[in-house]
Protein backbone atom coordinates (compact mmCIF):
# COMPACT_ATOMS: atom_id res chain seq x y z
CA UNK A 1 0.00 0.00 0.00
CA UNK A 2 1.47 3.28 -0.99
CA UNK A 3 1.80 5.98 1.19
CA UNK A 4 -1.04 8.18 -0.23
CA UNK A 5 -3.01 5.58 0.52
CA UNK A 6 -1.55 5.53 4.09
CA UNK A 7 -2.54 9.19 4.49
CA UNK A 8 -5.89 8.92 3.02
CA UNK A 9 -6.63 5.93 5.59
CA UNK A 10 -5.56 7.97 8.71
CA UNK A 11 -7.09 10.83 7.59
CA UNK A 12 -10.45 8.81 6.72
CA UNK A 13 -10.03 7.67 10.70
CA UNK A 14 -11.36 11.30 11.52
CA UNK A 15 -14.31 10.90 10.27
CA UNK A 16 -15.27 7.75 12.00
CA UNK A 17 -18.06 8.47 14.87
CA UNK A 18 -16.52 7.12 17.47
CA UNK A 19 -13.55 9.48 17.29
CA UNK A 20 -15.24 12.21 16.55
CA UNK A 21 -17.49 11.84 19.35
CA UNK A 22 -14.47 11.33 21.57
CA UNK A 23 -12.71 14.03 20.93
CA UNK A 24 -15.73 16.81 20.58
CA UNK A 25 -14.91 19.30 22.92
CA UNK A 26 -10.89 19.15 22.64
CA UNK A 27 -8.77 22.23 21.14
CA UNK A 28 -5.92 20.74 20.14
CA UNK A 29 -6.69 18.53 17.28
CA UNK A 30 -8.20 19.17 13.64
CA UNK A 31 -8.32 17.64 10.21
CA UNK A 32 -4.65 16.99 8.38
CA UNK A 33 -2.51 15.72 11.40
CA UNK A 34 -1.19 12.90 11.34
CA UNK A 35 -3.14 10.70 13.83
CA UNK A 36 -0.15 8.72 15.14
CA UNK A 37 1.39 12.20 16.08
CA UNK A 38 -1.78 13.53 17.68
CA UNK A 39 -2.39 10.09 19.50
CA UNK A 40 1.08 9.86 20.44
CA UNK A 41 1.15 13.42 22.35
CA UNK A 42 0.97 12.78 25.96
CA UNK A 43 -1.71 15.84 26.49
CA UNK A 44 -4.05 14.31 23.64
CA UNK A 45 -4.44 10.80 25.20
CA UNK A 46 -4.83 12.66 28.68
CA UNK A 47 -7.58 14.90 27.51
CA UNK A 48 -9.24 11.74 25.77
CA UNK A 49 -8.71 9.58 28.31
CA UNK A 50 -10.48 12.43 30.64
CA UNK A 51 -13.56 12.79 28.03
CA UNK A 52 -15.12 8.81 29.11
CA UNK A 53 -16.83 8.73 25.58
CA UNK A 54 -14.40 5.56 24.23
CA UNK A 55 -14.99 3.29 27.10
CA UNK A 56 -11.89 0.25 26.46
CA UNK A 57 -12.65 -3.39 27.74
CA UNK A 58 -9.67 -4.72 30.11
CA UNK A 59 -7.90 -7.99 29.30
CA UNK A 60 -6.74 -10.68 31.44
CA UNK A 61 -3.88 -11.20 29.19
CA UNK A 62 -0.73 -11.07 30.87
CA UNK A 63 1.06 -9.55 28.35
CA UNK A 64 -1.65 -7.16 28.03
CA UNK A 65 -1.53 -6.17 31.65
CA UNK A 66 2.04 -5.15 31.82
CA UNK A 67 1.85 -2.86 28.90
CA UNK A 68 -1.15 -1.28 30.54
CA UNK A 69 0.90 -1.29 33.74
CA UNK A 70 3.68 0.77 31.74
CA UNK A 71 1.22 2.69 29.21
CA UNK A 72 -1.33 4.62 31.09
CA UNK A 73 -3.22 5.59 27.53
CA UNK A 74 -2.72 1.81 26.44
CA UNK A 75 -6.73 1.07 26.22
CA UNK A 76 -6.78 4.43 24.36
CA UNK A 77 -4.71 3.56 21.96
CA UNK A 78 -5.91 -0.30 21.07
CA UNK A 79 -9.28 0.95 20.55
CA UNK A 80 -8.20 3.59 18.08
CA UNK A 81 -5.92 0.78 16.17
CA UNK A 82 -8.76 -1.64 15.82
CA UNK A 83 -11.12 1.38 14.65
CA UNK A 84 -8.37 1.57 11.96
CA UNK A 85 -8.20 -1.85 11.03
CA UNK A 86 -12.22 -2.02 10.39
CA UNK A 87 -11.82 1.01 8.32
CA UNK A 88 -8.99 -1.34 5.87
CA UNK A 89 -11.97 -4.28 6.15
CA UNK A 90 -14.50 -1.87 4.91
CA UNK A 91 -12.92 -0.26 1.99
CA UNK A 92 -11.60 -4.15 1.11
CA UNK A 93 -15.15 -5.33 0.85
CA UNK A 94 -17.05 -1.90 -0.82
CA UNK A 95 -13.96 -2.41 -3.60
CA UNK A 96 -15.02 -6.56 -3.92
CA UNK A 97 -18.56 -5.38 -3.88
CA UNK A 98 -17.68 -2.95 -7.06
CA UNK A 99 -15.78 -5.75 -8.69
CA UNK A 100 -18.79 -7.99 -8.40
CA UNK A 101 -21.46 -5.56 -9.83
CA UNK A 102 -18.42 -5.41 -12.75
CA UNK A 103 -18.33 -8.90 -13.40
CA UNK A 104 -22.28 -9.74 -13.45
CA UNK A 105 -22.75 -7.05 -16.03
CA UNK A 106 -19.79 -8.68 -17.78
CA UNK A 107 -20.60 -10.64 -21.83
CA UNK A 108 -18.23 -13.47 -20.30
CA UNK A 109 -20.62 -13.44 -17.06
CA UNK A 110 -23.51 -13.80 -19.03
CA UNK A 111 -22.53 -16.19 -21.55
CA UNK A 112 -21.31 -18.78 -18.91
CA UNK A 113 -24.51 -17.98 -16.72
CA UNK A 114 -26.61 -19.04 -20.20
CA UNK A 115 -24.14 -22.05 -20.88
CA UNK A 116 -24.79 -23.03 -16.71
CA UNK A 117 -28.72 -22.95 -17.15
CA UNK A 118 -29.04 -24.55 -20.53
CA UNK A 119 -26.88 -27.81 -18.80
CA UNK A 120 -29.40 -27.62 -16.07
CA UNK A 121 -31.82 -27.28 -19.09
CA UNK A 122 -30.63 -30.24 -20.90
CA UNK A 123 -30.29 -32.43 -18.24
CA UNK A 124 -33.48 -32.06 -16.73
CA UNK A 125 -35.29 -32.75 -19.81
CA UNK A 126 -32.57 -36.34 -20.48
CA UNK A 127 -34.03 -37.05 -16.45
CA UNK A 128 -37.97 -36.63 -18.02
CA UNK A 129 -37.46 -38.55 -20.94
CA UNK A 130 -36.17 -41.51 -19.04
CA UNK A 131 -38.81 -40.96 -16.24
CA UNK A 132 -41.69 -40.95 -19.12
CA UNK A 133 -39.64 -44.04 -20.70
CA UNK A 134 -39.53 -46.18 -17.37
CA UNK A 135 -43.27 -45.08 -16.43
CA UNK A 136 -44.66 -46.39 -19.75
CA UNK A 137 -42.35 -49.59 -19.74
CA UNK A 138 -43.81 -49.69 -15.98
CA UNK A 139 -47.63 -49.94 -17.33
CA UNK A 140 -46.38 -52.25 -20.01
CA UNK A 141 -45.25 -54.55 -17.76
CA UNK A 142 -47.90 -54.76 -15.03
CA UNK A 143 -50.56 -54.79 -17.56
CA UNK A 144 -49.05 -57.74 -18.79
CA UNK A 145 -49.22 -59.79 -15.34
CA UNK A 146 -52.30 -58.59 -14.51
CA UNK A 147 -53.82 -59.52 -18.05
CA UNK A 148 -51.77 -62.99 -17.59
CA UNK A 149 -52.44 -63.90 -14.08
CA UNK A 150 -56.35 -63.21 -15.01
CA UNK A 151 -56.31 -64.94 -17.97
CA UNK A 152 -54.10 -68.05 -17.78
CA UNK A 153 -53.43 -68.61 -13.55
CA UNK A 154 -57.81 -67.97 -12.96
CA UNK A 155 -58.99 -68.75 -15.96
CA UNK A 156 -60.48 -65.69 -17.10
CA UNK A 157 -60.90 -66.61 -21.18
CA UNK A 158 -63.05 -69.22 -19.48
CA UNK A 159 -66.61 -69.77 -18.57
CA UNK A 160 -67.28 -72.18 -15.51
CA UNK A 161 -70.11 -74.74 -14.89
CA UNK A 162 -70.39 -76.01 -11.37
CA UNK A 163 -71.01 -79.61 -11.19
CA UNK A 164 -74.06 -81.74 -9.95
CA UNK A 165 -73.96 -85.38 -9.19
CA UNK A 166 -73.94 -88.12 -6.97
CA UNK A 167 -72.69 -91.63 -5.62
CA UNK A 168 -73.57 -94.93 -5.92
CA UNK A 169 -72.40 -97.75 -4.75
CA UNK A 170 -72.52 -101.96 -4.27
CA UNK A 171 -70.26 -104.17 -2.72
CA UNK A 172 -68.73 -107.88 -3.54
CA UNK A 173 -67.10 -110.17 -1.52
CA UNK A 174 -67.76 -112.60 1.22
CA UNK A 175 -66.82 -112.64 4.98
CA UNK A 176 -67.28 -114.57 8.08
CA UNK A 177 -69.42 -113.18 11.50
CA UNK A 178 -68.86 -115.15 14.71
CA UNK A 179 -69.00 -114.04 18.45
CA UNK A 180 -66.29 -115.18 20.99
CA UNK A 181 -69.68 -117.22 22.11
CA UNK A 182 -70.23 -119.08 19.06
CA UNK A 183 -68.12 -122.49 18.09
CA UNK A 184 -66.04 -121.52 15.20
CA UNK A 185 -67.53 -124.56 12.99
CA UNK A 186 -70.90 -122.03 13.54
CA UNK A 187 -69.67 -119.08 12.12
CA UNK A 188 -72.44 -117.27 9.61
CA UNK A 189 -71.02 -116.40 5.96
CA UNK A 190 -71.62 -112.73 5.04
CA UNK A 191 -71.90 -111.12 1.88
CA UNK A 192 -72.64 -107.55 0.52
CA UNK A 193 -76.14 -108.13 1.13
CA UNK A 194 -75.32 -109.01 4.80
CA UNK A 195 -72.79 -106.27 5.45
CA UNK A 196 -74.58 -102.91 4.22
CA UNK A 197 -76.72 -101.69 6.42
CA UNK A 198 -79.35 -100.21 5.29
CA UNK A 199 -79.48 -101.06 1.87
CA UNK A 200 -79.62 -97.87 -0.12
CA UNK A 201 -78.77 -94.97 1.03
CA UNK A 202 -78.19 -91.54 -0.83
CA UNK A 203 -74.57 -90.46 -1.32
CA UNK A 204 -73.46 -92.93 1.57
CA UNK A 205 -72.90 -96.54 2.56
CA UNK A 206 -72.15 -98.27 6.10
CA UNK A 207 -70.13 -101.26 6.02
CA UNK A 208 -70.91 -103.57 8.82
CA UNK A 209 -67.64 -104.81 10.70
CA UNK A 210 -69.29 -105.69 14.14
CA UNK A 211 -72.55 -106.89 15.79
CA UNK A 212 -74.50 -107.80 18.35
CA UNK A 213 -77.82 -109.27 18.26
CA UNK A 214 -80.79 -110.97 19.72
CA UNK A 215 -82.20 -113.80 18.04
CA UNK A 216 -85.99 -112.90 18.82
CA UNK A 217 -87.58 -110.69 20.65
CA UNK A 218 -91.26 -110.99 21.56
CA UNK A 219 -93.85 -109.04 23.69
CA UNK A 220 -94.10 -110.25 27.33
CA UNK A 221 -92.46 -109.74 31.14
CA UNK A 222 -88.75 -109.61 32.09
CA UNK A 223 -86.10 -108.47 33.83
CA UNK A 224 -85.43 -104.90 33.25
CA UNK A 225 -82.47 -102.26 33.64
CA UNK A 226 -84.27 -100.67 37.21
CA UNK A 227 -82.97 -102.07 41.09
CA UNK A 228 -84.89 -102.62 43.61
CA UNK A 229 -84.36 -103.96 46.94
CA UNK A 230 -87.18 -105.86 48.44
CA UNK A 231 -86.76 -108.60 51.16
CA UNK A 232 -88.98 -111.22 49.72
CA UNK A 233 -87.62 -112.41 45.70
CA UNK A 234 -90.41 -112.36 43.40
CA UNK A 235 -92.80 -110.51 45.28
CA UNK A 236 -94.99 -106.91 45.10
CA UNK A 237 -92.12 -104.24 45.48
CA UNK A 238 -94.59 -101.04 44.92
CA UNK A 239 -92.03 -99.09 46.67
CA UNK A 240 -88.99 -99.41 44.23
CA UNK A 241 -91.35 -100.86 41.53
CA UNK A 242 -94.51 -98.94 41.41
CA UNK A 243 -96.93 -100.68 38.80
CA UNK A 244 -98.03 -98.81 36.04
CA UNK A 245 -95.41 -97.04 35.89
CA UNK A 246 -92.62 -96.51 32.96
CA UNK A 247 -89.08 -97.35 33.77
CA UNK A 248 -85.79 -97.81 31.56
CA UNK A 249 -86.72 -100.68 29.98
CA UNK A 250 -90.69 -101.00 30.09
CA UNK A 251 -93.14 -100.05 32.44
CA UNK A 252 -93.71 -101.65 35.56
CA UNK A 253 -95.64 -104.83 37.12
CA UNK A 254 -94.40 -104.75 40.98
CA UNK A 255 -92.47 -106.95 41.41
CA UNK A 256 -88.91 -107.54 41.99
CA UNK A 257 -86.53 -110.60 41.23
CA UNK A 258 -83.17 -110.83 41.75
CA UNK A 259 -83.06 -107.24 42.63
CA UNK A 260 -84.43 -106.12 39.20
CA UNK A 261 -88.08 -104.79 38.61
CA UNK A 262 -89.82 -106.61 36.13
CA UNK A 263 -91.19 -105.06 33.28
CA UNK A 264 -93.49 -105.52 30.45
CA UNK A 265 -91.78 -104.91 27.10
CA UNK A 266 -89.85 -106.74 24.52
CA UNK A 267 -88.07 -109.71 25.92
CA UNK A 268 -85.25 -110.18 26.64
CA UNK A 269 -84.04 -106.61 26.89
CA UNK A 270 -81.01 -106.58 24.92
CA UNK A 271 -79.27 -104.24 27.48
CA UNK A 272 -79.21 -107.17 30.06
CA UNK A 273 -78.73 -109.95 27.58
CA UNK A 274 -75.49 -107.86 26.97
CA UNK A 275 -74.38 -107.30 30.50
CA UNK A 276 -74.75 -110.54 31.64
CA UNK A 277 -73.11 -112.09 28.56
CA UNK A 278 -69.80 -109.30 28.97
CA UNK A 279 -69.29 -110.61 32.13
CA UNK A 280 -67.29 -113.16 30.77
CA UNK A 281 -67.08 -112.56 27.35
CA UNK A 282 -67.61 -109.98 24.44
CA UNK A 283 -70.61 -110.79 22.67
CA UNK A 284 -70.05 -108.52 20.01
CA UNK A 285 -69.87 -110.56 16.79
CA UNK A 286 -66.83 -109.97 14.49
CA UNK A 287 -67.09 -109.89 10.69
CA UNK A 288 -64.13 -110.53 8.95
CA UNK A 289 -63.10 -110.13 5.61
CA UNK A 290 -64.70 -106.79 5.31
CA UNK A 291 -61.25 -105.09 4.38
CA UNK A 292 -61.03 -107.15 1.38
CA UNK A 293 -64.41 -106.72 0.09
CA UNK A 294 -64.81 -104.64 -3.23
CA UNK A 295 -66.74 -101.49 -3.60
CA UNK A 296 -67.59 -100.24 -6.73
CA UNK A 297 -68.56 -96.54 -6.87
CA UNK A 298 -70.47 -95.41 -9.74
CA UNK A 299 -69.81 -91.30 -9.73
CA UNK A 300 -72.93 -89.62 -11.91
CA UNK A 301 -72.16 -85.71 -13.06
CA UNK A 302 -73.88 -82.90 -14.80
CA UNK A 303 -72.81 -79.58 -15.91
CA UNK A 304 -76.17 -78.40 -16.64
CA UNK A 305 -74.95 -74.67 -18.01
CA UNK A 306 -73.09 -76.52 -21.16
CA UNK A 307 -75.20 -79.35 -21.34
CA UNK A 308 -72.91 -81.92 -20.67
CA UNK A 309 -73.22 -85.01 -18.58
CA UNK A 310 -70.26 -87.96 -17.41
CA UNK A 311 -69.90 -90.80 -15.78
CA UNK A 312 -66.86 -92.31 -13.80
CA UNK A 313 -67.02 -96.01 -12.58
CA UNK A 314 -64.08 -96.90 -9.99
CA UNK A 315 -64.02 -100.21 -7.98
CA UNK A 316 -61.82 -100.39 -4.84
CA UNK A 317 -61.56 -102.48 -1.50
CA UNK A 318 -62.04 -100.85 1.73
CA UNK A 319 -58.48 -101.37 2.89
CA UNK A 320 -57.44 -99.19 -0.59
CA UNK A 321 -59.60 -96.45 0.47
CA UNK A 322 -57.99 -95.88 3.79
CA UNK A 323 -55.06 -96.06 1.78
CA UNK A 324 -55.59 -92.76 0.14
CA UNK A 325 -55.37 -91.29 3.51
CA UNK A 326 -51.63 -91.71 3.43
CA UNK A 327 -51.28 -91.10 -0.46
CA UNK A 328 -48.88 -88.21 -1.10
CA UNK A 329 -50.56 -84.87 -0.88
CA UNK A 330 -53.86 -86.81 0.26
CA UNK A 331 -55.40 -87.45 -2.82
CA UNK A 332 -55.46 -89.88 -6.16
CA UNK A 333 -56.91 -90.63 -9.55
CA UNK A 334 -56.91 -94.18 -8.71
CA UNK A 335 -57.08 -96.16 -5.55
CA UNK A 336 -55.78 -99.27 -7.44
CA UNK A 337 -52.56 -97.28 -8.23
CA UNK A 338 -51.80 -95.21 -4.96
CA UNK A 339 -48.48 -94.15 -4.44
CA UNK A 340 -47.91 -94.07 -0.52
CA UNK A 341 -45.50 -91.57 1.05
CA UNK A 342 -41.97 -92.53 1.71
CA UNK A 343 -42.59 -94.55 4.99
CA UNK A 344 -41.16 -98.47 5.34
CA UNK A 345 -44.30 -99.34 7.93
CA UNK A 346 -47.24 -97.14 5.73
CA UNK A 347 -48.77 -100.89 5.31
CA UNK A 348 -48.34 -101.69 8.88
CA UNK A 349 -50.13 -98.58 9.51
CA UNK A 350 -52.80 -99.11 7.09
CA UNK A 351 -53.63 -102.39 8.74
CA UNK A 352 -53.47 -100.91 12.30
CA UNK A 353 -55.79 -97.84 10.73
CA UNK A 354 -58.57 -100.43 9.75
CA UNK A 355 -58.34 -102.96 12.65
CA UNK A 356 -58.84 -99.97 15.17
CA UNK A 357 -61.93 -98.51 12.79
CA UNK A 358 -63.46 -101.61 12.89
CA UNK A 359 -63.30 -102.03 16.76
CA UNK A 360 -65.16 -98.99 17.49
CA UNK A 361 -66.39 -97.53 13.88
CA UNK A 362 -65.63 -94.75 11.78
CA UNK A 363 -66.89 -92.01 9.42
CA UNK A 364 -64.72 -91.45 6.12
CA UNK A 365 -65.83 -88.38 3.67
CA UNK A 366 -65.04 -89.49 0.30
CA UNK A 367 -65.04 -86.22 -2.11
CA UNK A 368 -64.82 -86.79 -5.62
CA UNK A 369 -63.37 -83.35 -7.34
CA UNK A 370 -63.66 -82.41 -11.50
CA UNK A 371 -61.42 -79.95 -13.09
CA UNK A 372 -62.33 -80.44 -16.45
CA UNK A 373 -61.36 -78.35 -19.74
CA UNK A 374 -63.65 -78.98 -22.41
CA UNK A 375 -61.16 -77.01 -24.92
CA UNK A 376 -58.71 -79.69 -24.82
CA UNK A 377 -60.77 -82.42 -23.74
CA UNK A 378 -64.47 -83.62 -23.94
CA UNK A 379 -66.75 -84.00 -21.01
CA UNK A 380 -66.65 -88.16 -20.86
CA UNK A 381 -62.93 -88.35 -21.36
CA UNK A 382 -62.77 -86.22 -17.45
CA UNK A 383 -61.29 -87.64 -14.39
CA UNK A 384 -62.34 -86.81 -11.08
CA UNK A 385 -59.68 -86.47 -8.00
CA UNK A 386 -60.42 -88.46 -5.06
CA UNK A 387 -59.95 -87.49 -2.03
CA UNK A 388 -60.74 -89.43 1.82
CA UNK A 389 -60.51 -87.46 5.43
CA UNK A 390 -61.62 -89.04 8.20
CA UNK A 391 -64.01 -87.79 9.94
CA UNK A 392 -64.55 -88.46 13.43
CA UNK A 393 -60.45 -88.12 13.94
CA UNK A 394 -59.83 -86.30 16.97
CA UNK A 395 -56.81 -84.89 18.28
CA UNK A 396 -57.10 -87.16 21.36
CA UNK A 397 -57.60 -90.97 21.33
CA UNK A 398 -59.81 -91.24 23.94
CA UNK A 399 -61.83 -88.73 22.33
CA UNK A 400 -62.65 -90.95 19.45
CA UNK A 401 -66.59 -91.81 20.00
CA UNK A 402 -66.28 -94.19 16.72
CA UNK A 403 -69.73 -95.25 14.76
CA UNK A 404 -72.96 -97.47 15.06
CA UNK A 405 -76.14 -97.60 15.57
CA UNK A 406 -79.11 -100.14 16.32
CA UNK A 407 -81.40 -101.39 13.38
CA UNK A 408 -84.63 -103.64 14.17
CA UNK A 409 -86.11 -106.15 12.19
CA UNK A 410 -89.67 -107.31 12.30
CA UNK A 411 -91.46 -111.15 11.98
CA UNK A 412 -94.04 -112.59 12.31
CA UNK A 413 -94.95 -116.22 13.44
CA UNK A 414 -98.47 -116.80 12.59
CA UNK A 415 -99.00 -114.26 9.69
CA UNK A 416 -100.53 -111.84 13.02
CA UNK A 417 -99.48 -109.19 14.41
CA UNK A 418 -100.42 -110.64 17.80
CA UNK A 419 -97.53 -113.38 16.87
CA UNK A 420 -94.81 -110.55 15.83
CA UNK A 421 -91.08 -110.86 16.96
CA UNK A 422 -88.45 -109.09 16.44
CA UNK A 423 -84.48 -109.11 16.32
CA UNK A 424 -82.06 -106.55 17.42
CA UNK A 425 -79.13 -105.70 16.24
CA UNK A 426 -75.89 -103.14 17.10
CA UNK A 427 -74.17 -102.51 14.60
CA UNK A 428 -70.45 -101.06 14.15
CA UNK A 429 -68.69 -100.20 11.29
CA UNK A 430 -67.19 -97.77 8.24
CA UNK A 431 -69.47 -95.39 7.14
CA UNK A 432 -68.35 -93.78 3.60
CA UNK A 433 -70.28 -90.33 2.69
CA UNK A 434 -69.91 -89.40 -1.26
CA UNK A 435 -69.93 -86.01 -2.26
CA UNK A 436 -69.20 -84.43 -6.08
CA UNK A 437 -68.06 -81.40 -6.45
CA UNK A 438 -66.03 -79.47 -8.82
CA UNK A 439 -66.29 -77.25 -12.30
CA UNK A 440 -66.11 -77.57 -16.24
CA UNK A 441 -64.23 -75.08 -18.48
CA UNK A 442 -64.91 -73.58 -21.29
CA UNK A 443 -64.40 -70.73 -23.74
CA UNK A 444 -66.34 -67.74 -23.97
CA UNK A 445 -65.18 -64.89 -25.45
CA UNK A 446 -67.36 -62.63 -23.56
CA UNK A 447 -66.16 -63.35 -20.58
CA UNK A 448 -62.18 -62.78 -22.08
CA UNK A 449 -63.37 -59.24 -22.75
CA UNK A 450 -64.59 -58.43 -19.77
CA UNK A 451 -61.44 -60.22 -17.76
CA UNK A 452 -59.29 -57.84 -20.21
CA UNK A 453 -61.33 -54.90 -19.21
CA UNK A 454 -60.86 -55.36 -15.70
CA UNK A 455 -56.77 -56.22 -16.18
CA UNK A 456 -56.20 -52.70 -17.59
CA UNK A 457 -58.34 -51.05 -15.06
CA UNK A 458 -56.41 -52.56 -12.57
CA UNK A 459 -53.25 -51.88 -14.60
CA UNK A 460 -54.58 -47.94 -14.82
CA UNK A 461 -54.75 -48.15 -11.40
CA UNK A 462 -51.30 -49.43 -10.37
CA UNK A 463 -50.03 -46.24 -13.24
CA UNK A 464 -51.86 -43.77 -11.55
CA UNK A 465 -50.74 -44.54 -8.12
CA UNK A 466 -46.67 -44.91 -9.26
CA UNK A 467 -47.41 -41.42 -11.03
CA UNK A 468 -49.16 -39.95 -8.08
CA UNK A 469 -46.23 -40.93 -5.93
CA UNK A 470 -43.30 -39.51 -8.59
CA UNK A 471 -45.12 -36.17 -8.83
CA UNK A 472 -45.50 -36.49 -4.84
CA UNK A 473 -41.73 -36.53 -4.60
CA UNK A 474 -40.70 -33.98 -6.99
CA UNK A 475 -42.70 -31.72 -5.35
CA UNK A 476 -40.81 -32.76 -1.99
CA UNK A 477 -37.80 -31.91 -3.40
CA UNK A 478 -38.63 -29.00 -5.04
CA UNK A 479 -40.47 -27.94 -1.71
CA UNK A 480 -37.02 -28.23 -0.17
CA UNK A 481 -35.27 -25.47 -2.40
CA UNK A 482 -36.90 -22.69 -0.53
CA UNK A 483 -34.54 -19.63 0.95
CA UNK A 484 -34.12 -18.36 4.97
CA UNK A 485 -36.74 -15.83 4.74
CA UNK A 486 -39.51 -17.99 3.36
CA UNK A 487 -39.15 -17.21 -0.72
CA UNK A 488 -38.64 -19.64 -3.11
CA UNK A 489 -36.11 -19.99 -5.06
CA UNK A 490 -37.00 -18.76 -8.69
CA UNK A 491 -35.44 -18.91 -11.96
CA UNK A 492 -33.01 -16.21 -13.60
CA UNK A 493 -31.91 -15.43 -16.91
CA UNK A 494 -29.40 -12.56 -18.85
CA UNK A 495 -31.12 -9.86 -20.75
CA UNK A 496 -28.57 -6.91 -22.66
CA UNK A 497 -25.84 -8.37 -20.27
CA UNK A 498 -27.65 -8.09 -17.08
CA UNK A 499 -29.05 -10.43 -15.24
CA UNK A 500 -32.74 -10.21 -14.84
CA UNK A 501 -35.53 -11.64 -12.41
CA UNK A 502 -39.07 -11.01 -13.78
CA UNK A 503 -40.03 -7.26 -14.75
CA UNK A 504 -36.89 -5.36 -12.77
CA UNK A 505 -36.87 -7.74 -9.93
CA UNK A 506 -32.65 -8.60 -10.37
CA UNK A 507 -32.05 -4.58 -10.34
CA UNK A 508 -33.95 -4.39 -6.85
CA UNK A 509 -32.46 -7.11 -5.28
CA UNK A 510 -28.94 -5.26 -6.49
CA UNK A 511 -30.15 -2.15 -5.04
CA UNK A 512 -31.10 -3.74 -1.70
CA UNK A 513 -27.90 -5.46 -1.28
CA UNK A 514 -26.44 -1.79 -1.34
CA UNK A 515 -28.03 -0.47 1.05
CA UNK A 516 -27.31 -3.01 3.37
CA UNK A 517 -23.74 -2.70 2.30
CA UNK A 518 -23.81 1.27 2.77
CA UNK A 519 -25.03 0.67 6.36
CA UNK A 520 -22.36 -1.70 7.22
CA UNK A 521 -20.09 0.97 6.36
Not at 38 to 59: D, F, Y
Not at 287 to 309: C, E, I, P, W
Not at 315 to 335: F, H, M, Q
Not at 503 to 520: F, M, P
Request: proline share 3%; with cysteine.
Amino acid sequence: MSSNDNESRRLSAWENPALMAAFEGVDDHGEGKNLEEELAHPSTLQRLSSTGKLVVQPTLAQGEQDARAKDPHYDLRKEIQTEIQLLDEREQFQSSINGADDLIRSSKFAAGLNKYFADIDEANRTNQKWAKIMMVLFGIVTTFVVVMLLLFVNYGYQDLDPVHGFVSTKLHGVGLARSPLMDPKDALLYDGHDVVVPPKEHNAVFLTTRSYQIGQQEHGQCVGLDKCTCSTPGQMCETDCPSKKIGQSGVFTGKCIQQQCEVTTWCPVLEVEYLDQSKTVNPFMKVSGVDSMQLKMTVNARFSKFQYGTQYNVTASVKELIRTLYAKNGKTTDPLTTTLDEDPEAEAKIQTKYNTMAQSGAILYVNFVYDCDIDRSPVSQCVPTLYVHEVDNAEKEEEKGGYGFKTVDYFSKDGTANGQTRRVRHLKGLRLIFDVTGRARQFNFSVMLVTLISGFGFAALAFIAVNEGRLLCESRVSSLDTRKDGSTAKSYELKGGVLQQGAGEEENLLRRKKKEVTKLM
